[in-house]
Structures are given as C-alpha cells and as structure tokens.
C-alpha cells in the first residue's frame, strides 16, 4: 500500500486565488439596507449618466436582492458606466465577459478590460490581470507583464499579489531568481495574513531556502495557513505530525488534517487518508473507508491511489473481489507506460481469461476517454461585493 505524503514534502505553489470576485465602492450602503425609495433614487441617477450609481445599480441587477436577478441588465449597466471610465464598473464587466455571464464569453475582452482598470490604478484589476497573463487564460502568456501587474498591486499591500510576487521571484519567472526577494514578500504577505504567503514561506523555514532552517516556525507558518482551509498547508500539517519533524510526532492529528484536505477533494489527501485507514495509523483500521478515498483520488487521476485501489480489488478487502476492475485500475496506474512494465499486472494477467483481460482494458480505454476530454481549472471569477 503506497502513500505519496509519507515519503517527502512536496513543494507546491498556489499562484493564483480561485474566487475573483465584483466589486463595489468602499462606504456604500449594503444591499441588505438599500430600500425602494433608494433604489428608485439610484435608477433615476443611473439613467441621467452618473457612473457610480450605474455600477451600483448592475451590481443590484447581478444580486437580485432589491431587485429580480437580471445578469443581462447587470451587464448592460456595468457597460455604461465601464465606457465613462468607472474602474469598478470595468473591472466588474471583465469578470462577467470571463464568466460568460450576462455576456458571450470572452477572455480577450476580460483581459482589455482588466488592465483599463488596472491603469486607473484598481489594485484587485492588477492582481486579476496579472493571474491572466500568468496562466496564458485570454491572452498568450506573458511572465513579464505578469510580474509587472503583480508588483505594482503588492507594493499598494494586496498581500496576494505579494505571494504571488514572491513566487516569480523564486521561479525566476518574469524576472530573474532572486531567493531573498522571494523571502521579503512571502513574509510581507505572511505579515498580512495571507494563507498562501503564510504556506509558502512555511516551505522556506522547512527547507532552508533563504533563511535558516527553523521547523518549529515552519509548523506554525503551515498551522497558521491551514486553518484559513489551505489545502497544501493542510497537507503539510499531516506529514509533518506524521514524521514529527517541527512538532511533536501525533499520527491522530496527522489524520485530522488529512480529513480536511480529502474532503476538500484534494486527491493526494484522500490516498494518504486512505492508507490511514487501511494500515490503521492515526485512526481505527476500516476497509471500506479505505476504499471510499482511494477510489475518489483514483478518480481524479492519482497513480498511487489507482494501485492502491488495484490492490483493494485484487485482496477483496473493502470491496467486493473483482480481478477485472482491479485488472483495469493496475492499467490505468501505468498512466501510459506499456502493460509488459508492470509485473503485478502480468500477474493478475495468469489468472484471468482472455474475455476478462479485453473487458477491464476497454474499461481502462472508456474511463481515460471520458477523463482526458475533462477541461482544466481555470480561475473562477467571482464578483466583489
């Protein structure tokens, strides 16, 4: 039975935040207090050409609650007052073209529309735009240009930005590496509060990459992060339980936080959780749950939780025995490489007919079919309110 999280910390970035959201102007009155009269009173302002009452009137439209959702109407205000110039109003109409809300699709006119705001100086427009260039969504990829969003919105304090800015620097992407650059703004946006710079300037101190190696600093960095739900700190929290390194060795714990990360559908913890509960380390020996998780990581494409789960239906242990899906599942664990590679798969090959082998290869091949058409993920835009 094989885990990945018990063999090394793997070093992982997040760089970009999933969940950009619209915005609306600092000091204005919650939707929640906006009364008829109020809302008539901005429709009227709205409709005479005023761009703020006409951002806060699609932001109405786009929440339904003063009035019917109406995403096409939301959009349609945002419009009117992103072509005065409204930074908010632009930056809001982006994330609707990247969503495809209200509008026809449209990344390209998403990212335009970013860097009109980001120029007007909308910190959350430089982040946005930069996460774009950075990924290649919208517009070819553009590291420099990324760089230069992110630097511009971290030296105004946006502490993502500040993670995000750290990363490239340690990569040397947009930029050349420069480690204690990395360090200076991992820790900025640590200082901030941020659970990605908190995460990856935990990996520091764990490692001793620019700083001293300190484990003690780097558990608590990773603690720090993990309970905001980031699910590579949380991960890091259990190897770390589970090897003692930084804190004192408590395999109960160690599950605690792997439970979180599997249920938040992170597939590498839901094979160490697996192998928890099949080995019973940190928590009562339980088959059928060690089945449940190795199937859901084996799902999302996990080699190591692909054999695990083989090995479940080959043992009949948390499972019904069933040779052709544990036939079928060692194949896809080969992720590619030919099946002569794989001694346990010749293996289960004696002791299958030739009917049983065709049937779980053709359901190696569906599954793969069905898998390799599923679409990446992307950043989800989200509207700041």
Request: aromatic share 10%.
């Amino acid at each position: 039975m094989k885990t990945v999280l018990a063999q090394t910390l793997i070093r992982i970035f997040v760089s970009f935040l999933f969940g950009f959201a619209l915005i609306a102007h600092a000091g204005e009155k919650n939707f929640e207090h906006l009364s008829a009269p109020d809302f008539s009173r901005l429709t009227s302002l709205a409709r005479k050409g005023d761009p703020r009452a006409q951002t806060r009137l699609a932001l109405a439209y786009q929440t339904g609650k003063v009035v019917n959702q109406d995403l096409v109407e939301a959009a349609s205000w945002f419009s009117k007052a992103a072509q005065q110039g409204e930074p908010v109003a632009l930056h809001n109409l982006a994330v609707l073209y990247y969503r495809g809300v209200g509008v026809p699709r449209n990344p390209a006119e998403a990212v335009k529309l970013f860097e009109k705001a980001a120029a007007l100086g909308l910190v959350q427009a430089q982040f946005d735009a930069a996460v774009l260039y950075e990924t290649g969504i919208g517009v070819p990829k553009n590291l420099g240009r990324a760089f230069a969003l992110y630097r511009r919105a971290a030296e105004l304090g946006y502490a993502r930005a500040q993670a995000n800015l750290g990363h490239m620097y340690e990569k040397g992407q947009g930029i050349a590496p420069n480690i204690a650059a990395a360090v200076d703004w991992y820790t900025k946006s640590a200082q901030m509060g941020d659970a990605v710079g908190q995460f990856d300037l935990a990996i520091m101190y764990f490692h001793g990459t620019g700083v001293p190696l300190d484990l003690p600093r780097a558990a608590k960095l990773f603690d720090l992060a993990a309970r905001q739900g980031h699910i590579r700190a949380e991960i890091a929290l259990a190897y770390i339980y589970q090897s003692g390194q930084g804190v004192p060795r408590d395999d109960t714990v160690a599950v605690s936080w792997l439970q979180k990360g599997a249920e938040q559908g992170d597939a590498e913890a839901q094979n160490t959780l697996g192998t928890c509960y099949f080995t019973g380390q940190g928590i009562e020996t339980n088959d059928a749950l060690a089945a449940v998780w190795f199937a859901r990581a084996a799902e999302q494409g996990n080699r190591t939780a692909q054999e695990n789960l083989a090995e479940l239906y080959q043992l009949g242990r948390g499972v019904t025995r069933d040779v052709k899906r544990a036939y079928m599942w060692r194949v896809l664990s080969l992720q590619g490489r030919d099946n002569a590679q794989s001694p346990e798969l010749r293996d289960m090959a004696g002791a299958m007919n030739k009917s049983e082998i065709v049937e779980a290869e053709r359901a190696a091949s569906e599954w793969r079919v069905v898998h390799q058409n599923m679409e990446p993920v992307q950043p989800d835009f989200v509207l700041l309110q």
